[in-house]
C-alpha cells in the first residue's frame, strides 16, 4: 500500500517561500505519476490543481500556478518536492500530495488513488 506523507508547511508573511515534501513508501519502483493540489478554506471538496510530474519527469501545470510554484522528485529519496516562491495570502490552503499508477496525470483530484493527509500554508499579509 503507497503512502505519502506531506511536510514543510508552515506560516509565512506575503513575498515569503516554503518548500514542501511528501515522503512516499510501500511502492518499489518509478510507476507513479505524482502531483500537488491544495484546498483552500471553505472550499469542501474542490482540490485545486498546483502541478503534476509523470512517470519520466515531465511536468505539467495550469498557467495560473506556473512562475511561483515549482514541482521536482528526488527518485532516491521517493520523495516529492513543491518550491513555493513569491507567496501571496490567496495560497493560504492545505496543500496535498497526490500519485496514481499512471504514465500522466493531471487535474482531477478524484482520480487520484493515493492522497496525503495534508500540510497547511498559511501567508499572511
Known amino acids: 500500500q503507497v503512502q505519502l506523507v506531506e511536510s514543510g508547511g508552515g506560516s509565512v508573511q506575503a513575498g515569503g517561500s516554503l518548500r514542501l515534501s511528501c515522503a512516499a513508501s510501500?511502492?518499489?519502483?518509478?510507476?507513479?505519476?505524482m502531483a500537488w493540489f491544495r484546498q483552500a478554506a471553505g472550499k469542501q471538496r474542490e482540490y485545486e490543481w498546483v502541478?503534476?510530474?509523470?512517470?519520466?519527469?515531465?511536468?505539467t501545470s495550469p498557467d495560473s500556478m506556473k512562475g511561483r510554484f515549482t514541482i521536482s522528485q528526488d527518485n532516491e529519496k521517493n520523495t516529492l518536492y513543491l518550491q513555493m516562491n513569491n507567496l501571496k495570502p490567496e495560497d493560504t490552503a492545505i496543500y496535498y500530495c497526490?500519485?496514481?499508477?499512471?504514465?500522466?496525470?493531471?487535474?482531477?483530484?478524484?482520480?487520484?488513488?493515493?492522497r496525503g493527509q495534508g500540510t497547511q500554508v498559511t501567508v499572511s499579509s
Open positions: 502541478s503534476s510530474i509523470s512517470t519520466d519527469g515531465i511536468i
Open positions: 510501500g511502492y518499489t519502483d518509478s510507476s507513479l505519476c
Open positions: 497526490a500519485a496514481a499508477n499512471v504514465r500522466f496525470c493531471g487535474a482531477n483530484w478524484w482520480g487520484y488513488v493515493y
